[in-house]
């Protein structure tokens, strides 16, 4: 009997619905536990493996505690962590594109909260302008006036 692509279907497990209150509650875990997170990049097999790590098993412990319609593992939680991270990746190239409308990316900063780890936002109280030359700029450009200035007016030299 040849097996047809319903038929293949059936066989496979069921994908699972997250629901929105359950994204949100990896989000505040991921958050809390962020530091291990950001250890987990350098361990071998974080991502093909996931069944072994300690902190997908918390995570899923810690889902438990909000008794969702559906329950999550651990490997579905990883998965669901790595997929997350790609579409929103994926998304933020798309935005940068130019000529397109700009994009809203979902969870955009639920995620970047989790990834950012210690770094530093940016947002300058002041802004130095840089239209007019710094009396150290103004010598230095006369310097080099002054210089092509006298090559201009040099005679070769013949050497014979």
């Known amino acids: 009997m040849e097996q047809t692509h319903k038929n293949v279907k059936k066989d496979r497990a069921s994908r699972t619905k997250w629901s929105e209150n359950a994204i949100k509650a990896l989000f505040s875990f991921l958050l809390e536990h962020k530091n291990k997170l950001e250890e ?25 505690t ?24 994926s998304q933020l190239a798309e935005s940068k594109k130019s000529g ?25 109280k002041s802004c130095i302008d840089s239209s007019e030359f710094s009396s150290r700029n103004e010598k230095e450009l006369n ?8 090559k201009q ?3 070769p030299c013949v050497i014979p």
């Open 100 to 124: 397109g409308p700009p994009i809203t990316i979902q969870y955009k900063e639920e995620i970047e909260a989790i990834l950012d780890k210690d770094r530093p936002t940016l947002n300058p």
């Open 143 to 150: 310097f080099q006036e002054n210089l092509s200035e006298k």
């Open 40 to 64: 987990l990049k350098y361990t071998r097999g974080a991502t093909s493996n996931p069944g072994n790590i300690q902190l997908w098993k918390d995570a899923e412990a810690f889902l438990l």
């Open 153 to 155: 007016t040099e005679t």
């Open 66 to 89: 909000f008794n969702f319609e559906n329950s999550y593992s651990n490997i579905q939680i990883a998965n669901k962590w790595k997929n997350l991270v790609d579409n929103y990746k």
